[in-house]
């Protein structure tokens, strides 16, 4: 069954401190592995996709990795910020089951930037 | 200039009712999807749809229709609401290997 597992659930830290957060899968065979994060009250918005060939992506101050053999990504938040409170979800897509589903959802990491 | 927008943000109802939400992408994309959020935060898809194919995931009750009048809409009607559909509800469109998500419509049902 494919799953996707992200951890932690939830995370405090103090702004201008960096995070990591994690998330392993089962998905195979694999195609692409996508960070979003989701604000509260909002849609998730991409933030990095990366295909199985790619170790490492940013965006910013987000960069994110990945390494298909092991199946896990990580997403690595340098100097965090307020505006970094959210849900950040892992999404990863493979081959389309009989549902017609190719996506995958990871549960999310709830993040809280305090000041 | 909202690329993804969905009506209404919030809808309360009764259960039994029949109710629709609309979503609307000026973007262009050839593909469009309805995901619902649980309590728990998991993102599932219910439908995808281009001008071609619709793709039903086969664990969506049948009283989920979705209703697309053109490439630019997919609405999303749900009939004799029940309990267990509360819900927040997300539509997306897609280009390549991106998706933009709407900004979600909570559903409450009473």
């Known amino acids: ?115 | 200039d909202t690329a993804v927008s969905q009506t209404p943000k919030y809808l309360v109802t009764q259960m039994g009712n029949d109710k629709s939400i609309k979503c609307e992408q000026n973007l262009g994309h050839d593909t469009m999807y309805w995901y619902k959020q649980d309590s728990k935060k998991f993102l599932k898809i219910m439908f995808s749809y281009n001008n071609k194919e619709l793709i039903i995931n086969e664990t969506v009750p049948n009283r989920f229709s979705p209703k697309s009048p053109d490439k630019a809409h997919l609405n999303l009607h749900i009939n004799s609401l029940e309990l267990g559909d509360s819900a927040v509800y997300f539509c997306a469109s897609r280009l390549g290997a991106t998706q933009y998500f709407g900004p979600g419509t909570r559903l409450t049902v009473l």
């Open chain 1, 1 to 115: 069954k494919n799953q996707v597992e992200q951890s932690p659930q939830s995370l405090i830290i103090l702004e201008g401190k960096n995070c990591t957060l994690q998330c392993n899968y089962t998905v195979s065979p694999f195609s692409n592995l996508r960070w979003y994060k989701q604000d509260t009250g909002r849609g998730p918005v991409s933030l990095t996709i990366m295909t199985f060939s790619e170790n490492t992506k940013s965006n910013g101050r987000y960069t994110a990795t990945l390494d298909a053999d092991t199946k896990q990504s990580s997403l690595h938040i340098t100097a965090s910020q307020l505006s970094d409170s959210a849900s950040y979800i892992c999404v990863v897509s493979g081959p389309r089951d009989n549902a017609g589903n190719m996506l995958t959802f990871g549960g999310g990491t709830r993040l809280m930037v305090k000041p």
